[in-house]
């Protein structure tokens, strides 16, 4: 997902709530919320916040591995 984030958007948090909390289970709800999925996989994917609102480009970054 880095490849489509601005730079420096973790730290500036483009869009996103200052009270944000990301964490691993972050990438399955936000995944679940891009493609409207019907139902979550676990009660923890369904908590924490999600990254759509910092996948922002519409082609990948070519400064980043």
């Not at 909390?21 to 979550?40: C, G, Q, R, V």
Request: proline fraction near 6%.
């Amino acid at each position: 997902m880095a490849s489509l984030v601005e730079g420096g958007a973790g730290r500036q948090c483009h869009g996103v709530g200052r009270t944000s909390e990301f964490e691993h289970s972050s990438i399955p709800a936000t995944l679940k919320k891009l493609f409207n999925l019907k139902d979550f996989l676990t009660k923890r994917d369904a908590l924490p916040d999600t990254f759509e609102g910092l996948l922002t480009r519409k082609t990948p970054r070519t400064d980043c591995p």
